[in-house]
């Protein structure tokens, strides 16, 4: 079950997260990013299920609420349901084989083109933070739990 996260709650984390990476983190959650991918672009590992268990804290939720109301009208995930719709639109056109309907076709999937290029690149969420090793990582945020 998701939780709304209030116009109150949202004003209220206006800085950035002092993580760097629980900052990226938020940000690729804003652009749309599914939580798995949105850990992956943060640098975090594969391993473990601690991905939806982050994506789920209220400073994460926040932040990235705030964020993705600060992006410009393509920087959010509002575009998928309706890039779905043409995909649709376009299997019922390729399906029926006439020939307004094949043009029709084509002039969906070049609208779905378009549509994808407004999405934003990875490169558009800023630099990341650099590597680290799991030792300098422990280091840097001690171990889990502590």
Same mark, same amino acid.
């Given at each position: 079950?998701?939780? *709304?996260?209030?116009? /109150?709650?949202?004003?209220?984390?206006?800085?950035?997260?002092?993580?760097?990476? /629980?900052?990226?983190?938020?940000?690729?959650?804003?652009? +749309?990013?599914?939580?798995?991918?949105?850990?992956?672009?943060? +640098?975090?590992?594969?391993?473990?299920?601690?991905?939806?268990?982050?994506?789920?804290? *209220?400073?994460?939720?926040?932040?990235?609420?705030?964020?993705?109301?600060? =992006?410009?009208?393509? +920087?959010?995930?509002?575009?998928?349901?309706?890039?779905?719709?043409?995909?649709?639109?376009?299997?019922?056109?390729?399906?029926?084989?006439?020939?307004?309907?094949?043009?029709?076709?084509?002039?969906? =999937?070049?609208?779905?083109?378009?549509?994808?290029?407004?999405?934003?690149?990875?490169?558009?969420?800023?630099? =990341?933070?650099?590597?680290?090793?799991? *030792?300098?990582?422990?280091? *840097?945020?001690?171990?889990?739990?502590?």
């Amino acid at each position: 079950m998701t939780q *709304e996260i209030s116009d /109150k709650a949202i004003d209220e984390w206006m800085l950035p997260l002092s993580d760097a990476r /629980k900052e990226a983190f938020a940000r690729a959650l804003a652009c +749309g990013f599914t939580a798995k991918a949105a850990a992956l672009e943060a +640098g975090y590992s594969n391993k473990g299920s601690r991905t939806y268990q982050r994506a789920a804290r *209220e400073e994460i939720k926040g932040r990235a609420a705030q964020i993705a109301r600060t =992006l410009p009208w393509s +920087g959010t995930s509002d575009l998928a349901p309706v890039i779905d719709k043409l995909v649709a639109v376009t299997d019922a056109c390729l399906k029926t084989g006439t020939a307004s309907a094949l043009a029709t076709a084509v002039r969906a =999937l070049a609208e779905v083109a378009r549509l994808k290029r407004l999405l934003p690149r990875a490169s558009m969420l800023g630099p =990341l933070p650099p590597e680290m090793s799991e *030792e300098e990582w422990l280091a *840097e945020y001690g171990q889990p739990g502590d």
